[in-house]
């Protein structure tokens, strides 16, 4: 693994996902997870993440509708928590949400819907 991307990635993941969140990941990976969290760090979050073709506001609101349009709702969760660290605000989340309904579906819109809530009266924007 090329220990640059992984610092890298290391780096923007804490930056997004909150240092305390990607520490506990880490140390509760084990011999069986530890290679994938390694991998998926130097590649989403250093290569992926890593350069400064995007922003990381614009690059959280394409996970925003990416993650909404494939019902991952605890990852979206996450995602909506780091939008907000990224500097997405509640009106672009909802803006996303709305979108996600037009090419998703309103059942999938409300799902959105509820996690951004959850999210969004948890860090007293609500």
């Not at 997004?16 to 991998?39: H, I, S």
């Not at 509640?90 to 409300?110: D, F």
Request: charged share 25%.
């Amino acid at each position: 693994m090329d220990n640059d991307l992984f610092e890298r990635g290391l780096a923007q993941r804490k930056a997004t996902l909150g240092a305390e969140y990607v520490e506990k990941n880490l140390a509760a990976a084990d011999e069986f997870n530890r290679p994938f969290q390694e991998a998926m760090t130097a590649w989403c979050w250093g290569f992926g993440w890593g350069d400064d073709a995007l922003d990381a506001k614009t690059r959280s609101l394409m996970n925003l509708a990416m993650i909404g349009a494939l019902g991952k709702m605890h990852e979206w969760e996450l995602h909506c928590r780091g939008a907000l660290n990224n500097g997405v605000t509640t009106e672009q989340i909802r803006a996303v949400i709305h979108v996600i309904a037009i090419y998703c579906g309103v059942p999938q819109s409300l799902e959105c819907f509820r996690a951004a809530r959850k999210v969004l009266q948890e860090e007293g924007l609500l």
